[in-house]
C-alpha cells in the first residue's frame, strides 16, 4: 500500500570520512535497511541497517511518521554507488551518490542558497538539473525550507522533503535552521534533517578539502522563549569549535574557515529587518550581552560568512564592525583584512523577493534581486571562488568573484 511506500529520501554527510546517512520517511513502522553497491558492480550487494524514530507533529491532527536512519560506513572516498532505502515491504527508486574525498587536496564544488520553498520554488528545477549532472559535491541550505514544514499538519513538509528529494539523494544536503522552522520549537527540523553533531541539527562543524565548514542557528537570538541557555550553549560550542580548527596544525590543513548561518549581520534591504540596523543582533557588538558573533568570528580568522534569510542576493566587501576592509584597491579579496560575507536568500519562495535600500552603506558590493543561487569551489589552500547564478536570466552567471588568501587565520588581517 502507499502508505507503507517509503518516500522523501535525503542524504547527509555525518562528519566522518567515509560515511553519510541515508534519511527517510514513512507512515507505517518497518524496518530501516539500505541495499547498496559500486556503481557498475553487483547491484545491492552491500546491506546496512538502522533504525527509525517516531515523529508525532504537533499539529490537530498529530500526524505520525517514522523517520530512518541508516548509517553507510567504510565507503570509499571518490567510489560512486547505486543504493535503495526501504524493508520488504516497499522499497524507494534507486539513487546513486559519490562518496566524499577525504583528501584535503580536494577541491569540492557547492551550490549553497536559502529560502526555498515548495511554492514557486523558483531554483529547483535548475538546481536539480546541475546536481544530476554532477556539478556538486555538496549542498548548502541555508534555513527556511517549505514555507512551512508544520503546515497543514507538516503535509507541507512531506511535500517540501519529495521536492528536494531529486537533490538531497544524489548528494548531500547540509542544512543550518532558519525563522521559517521554528514552530513547536523547531519540531520539523530537528525531526527530518540529520547533521553531524548530536544537537538535532541545530549547529555543527564538519570537514572538506581544505575547508572547516561551521554551520549554526542564529534563531537562538530571536527565539528566547525556548530557552536563553541555548544561545549560550552554541556559543560556547563555537568558541570551542574555533579554538580547536585555528591550533596550528589544523589550520595548516583546512586553512579555510567558512560559516552558514540564517540571519545576517549586515544587509541593505528595505524592511526593517534585524540586519539592517546597525549591530544586529546576530553582529553584537556594544553591551554584549548575549555574545553576538561577529568579534568571536573576526578574532579567529573566519574567511567566508554565508547567509540568506534576506529574499535576495548580496556581495558585502570584507567588513568588520561597520567599516570596509578590502584587501586593496584594485583587488580587495586579495588578502582581505576582514571576513567576507555573502547573502543568497532568493532561491525561491511564497514571500516572493525583496526589495533593496537605494542608499546602502559603503560595504554593499553587488546586489540582484534576481531569483537564483551560489555557487562555491573550495579551490586550494589560497584560493576560494564564488559565482551567483540567476535563475530569472536561464542560469547566467550575474556576479563572481576569487577570495585569495597567502595566510588565514587572526593574523592575517593586519
Given at each position: 500500500?502507499?502508505?507503507?511506500?517509503?518516500?522523501?529520501?535525503?542524504?547527509?554527510?555525518?562528519?566522518?570520512?567515509?560515511?553519510?546517512?541515508?534519511?527517510?520517511?514513512?507512515?507505517?513502522?518497518?524496518?530501516?535497511?539500505?541495499?547498496?553497491?559500486?556503481?557498475?558492480?553487483?547491484l545491492f550487494?552491500?546491506?546496512?541497517?538502522g533504525?527509525?524514530?517516531?515523529?508525532?507533529?504537533?499539529?490537530?491532527?498529530?500526524?505520525?511518521?517514522?523517520?530512518h536512519?541508516?548509517?553507510?560506513?567504510g565507503?570509499?572516498p571518490?567510489?560512486?554507488?547505486a543504493?535503495?532505502?526501504?524493508?520488504?515491504v516497499?522499497?524507494?527508486?534507486v539513487?546513486?551518490?559519490?562518496a566524499?574525498?577525504?583528501?584535503?587536496?580536494?577541491?569540492?564544488?557547492?551550490a549553497l542558497?536559502?529560502?526555498?520553498?515548495?511554492?514557486?520554488?523558483?531554483?529547483?528545477?535548475r538546481?536539480?538539473k546541475?546536481?544530476q549532472?554532477?556539478?556538486?559535491?555538496?549542498?548548502?541550505h541555508i534555513?527556511d525550507f517549505?514555507?512551512?514544514?508544520?503546515?497543514?499538519?507538516?503535509?507541507?513538509?512531506?511535500?517540501?522533503?519529495?521536492?528536494?528529494?531529486?537533490?538531497?539523494?544524489?548528494v548531500p544536503?547540509?542544512?543550518?535552521?532558519g525563522?521559517?522552522?521554528a514552530?513547536?520549537?523547531?519540531?520539523?527540523?530537528?525531526?527530518?534533517f540529520?547533521?553531524?553533531?548530536?544537537t538535532?541539527?541545530?549547529w555543527?562543524?564538519w570537514?572538506?578539502?581544505?575547508?572547516?565548514i561551521?554551520?549554526?542557528s542564529?534563531?537562538?537570538?530571536?527565539?528566547l522563549?525556548?530557552?536563553?541557555?541555548l544561545?549560550f550553549k552554541?556559543?560556547?560550542?563555537?568558541?570551542?569549535?574555533?579554538?580547536?580548527?585555528?591550533?596550528?596544525e589544523?589550520r595548516?590543513?583546512?586553512?579555510?574557515?567558512?560559516?552558514m548561518?540564517h540571519r545576517?549581520m549586515?544587509?541593505s534591504?528595505?524592511?526593517?529587518?534585524?540586519?539592517?540596523t546597525?549591530?544586529?543582533?546576530?553582529?553584537?557588538r556594544?553591551?554584549?550581552?548575549?555574545?553576538?558573533?561577529?568579534d568571536?568570528?573576526y578574532?579567529?580568522?573566519?574567511?567566508?560568512?554565508?547567509?540568506?534569510?534576506?529574499?535576495?542576493?548580496?556581495?558585502?566587501?570584507?567588513?568588520?564592525?561597520?567599516?570596509?576592509?578590502?584587501?586593496?584597491?584594485?583587488?580587495?579579496?586579495v588578502?582581505?583584512?576582514?571576513?567576507?560575507?555573502?547573502?543568497?536568500?532568493s532561491a525561491?519562495?511564497?514571500?516572493?523577493?525583496?526589495?533593496?535600500?537605494?542608499?546602502?552603506?559603503?560595504w554593499?558590493?553587488?546586489?540582484?534581486?534576481?531569483?537564483?543561487?551560489t555557487?562555491?569551489?573550495?579551490v586550494?589552500?589560497?584560493?576560494?571562488?564564488?559565482?551567483?547564478?540567476?535563475?530569472?536570466e536561464?542560469?547566467?552567471?550575474?556576479?563572481?568573484?576569487?577570495?585569495?588568501?597567502?595566510?588565514?587565520?587572526?593574523?592575517?588581517?593586519?
Amino acid at each position: 500500500s502507499s502508505a507503507s511506500r517509503s518516500q522523501r529520501v535525503g542524504f547527509f554527510f555525518t562528519g566522518v570520512p567515509g560515511s553519510m546517512v541515508v534519511t527517510w520517511t514513512t507512515f507505517n513502522k518497518t524496518e530501516s535497511k539500505v541495499e547498496y553497491g559500486l556503481l557498475g558492480g553487483r547491484l545491492f550487494e552491500m546491506s546496512a541497517k538502522g533504525d527509525a524514530t517516531l515523529f508525532v507533529d504537533w499539529g490537530e491532527e498529530k500526524r505520525k511518521m517514522f523517520i530512518h536512519r541508516v548509517s553507510l560506513t567504510g565507503l570509499k572516498p571518490a567510489a560512486s554507488y547505486a543504493y535503495h532505502c526501504g524493508s520488504d515491504v516497499g522499497w524507494s527508486d534507486v539513487f546513486f551518490f559519490t562518496a566524499l574525498n577525504d583528501s584535503t587536496s580536494f577541491s569540492p564544488r557547492f551550490a549553497l542558497y536559502g529560502d526555498l520553498g515548495n511554492e514557486n520554488p523558483q531554483s529547483l528545477a535548475r538546481l536539480q538539473k546541475e546536481t544530476q549532472l554532477g556539478m556538486y559535491d555538496v549542498i548548502l541550505h541555508i534555513g527556511d525550507f517549505a514555507y512551512d514544514m508544520h503546515e497543514d499538519n507538516a503535509r507541507i513538509g512531506d511535500e517540501f522533503m519529495r521536492q528536494i528529494q531529486s537533490i538531497a539523494a544524489y548528494v548531500p544536503y547540509m542544512t543550518c535552521p532558519g525563522n521559517h522552522e521554528a514552530t513547536y520549537n523547531f519540531s520539523n527540523y530537528r525531526n527530518r534533517f540529520s547533521m553531524p553533531g548530536n544537537t538535532e541539527s541545530l549547529w555543527y562543524s564538519w570537514n572538506l578539502g581544505s575547508a572547516h565548514i561551521i554551520s549554526l542557528s542564529t534563531e537562538v537570538y530571536f527565539y528566547l522563549e525556548f530557552g536563553l541557555e541555548l544561545l549560550f550553549k552554541q556559543y560556547e560550542w563555537l568558541r570551542k569549535d574555533l579554538e580547536e580548527a585555528n591550533k596550528p596544525e589544523n589550520r595548516a590543513v583546512r586553512p579555510w574557515i567558512i560559516t552558514m548561518g540564517h540571519r545576517p549581520m549586515y544587509c541593505s534591504d528595505d524592511d526593517q529587518d534585524d540586519c539592517t540596523t546597525f549591530d544586529s543582533k546576530v553582529c553584537k557588538r556594544q553591551n554584549p550581552i548575549p555574545p553576538g558573533l561577529e568579534d568571536l568570528f573576526y578574532r579567529y580568522g573566519v574567511d567566508l560568512e554565508l547567509w540568506a534569510h534576506e529574499h535576495t542576493y548580496e556581495r558585502l566587501w570584507p567588513v568588520y564592525s561597520d567599516k570596509v576592509c578590502n584587501g586593496s584597491k584594485e583587488q580587495p579579496y586579495v588578502n582581505p583584512k576582514a571576513p567576507v560575507h555573502i547573502i543568497t536568500g532568493s532561491a525561491g519562495c511564497r514571500e516572493r523577493t525583496d526589495r533593496f535600500n537605494p542608499n546602502p552603506k559603503d560595504w554593499s558590493a553587488f546586489r540582484s534581486t534576481d531569483y537564483g543561487y551560489t555557487r562555491m569551489q573550495v579551490v586550494n589552500a589560497s584560493h576560494l571562488y564564488l559565482e551567483q547564478v540567476s535563475d530569472d536570466e536561464y542560469g547566467k552567471v550575474i556576479d563572481s568573484i576569487w577570495v585569495v588568501k597567502d595566510k588565514h587565520g587572526f593574523s592575517a588581517w593586519f
